[in-house]
């Protein structure tokens, strides 16, 4: 009994330990120029990838529709 309350108090620091230090990080601003570079690049890569793979694009139709081909 005493076991398994000392593995969930590990477990239990463990997890607070983890909501801290990955809190604690953020969404920290770029300092330098390179990494505002990288940042608008990675967006507009993410921008590009949400227009190129959206459901109408893909199966060209609305995601709502039935297709009439299956009962």
Known sequence: MI???VL???LTAL???LIVKLG???NRAT???DGLLI???RRTQAHSDRSSYSSL???N???TMRDHRQP
């Open 15 to 17: 997890v607070v330990f």
């Open 39 to 41: 940042e608008q690049t």
């Open 57 to 59: 694009t893909v199966h």
């Open 31 to 33: 300092e330098n120029a």
């Open 8 to 10: 969930f108090g590990l």
């Open 24 to 26: 604690r990080r953020g």
């Open 3 to 5: 076991e398994l309350a």
């Open 61 to 63: 139709t609305f995601p």
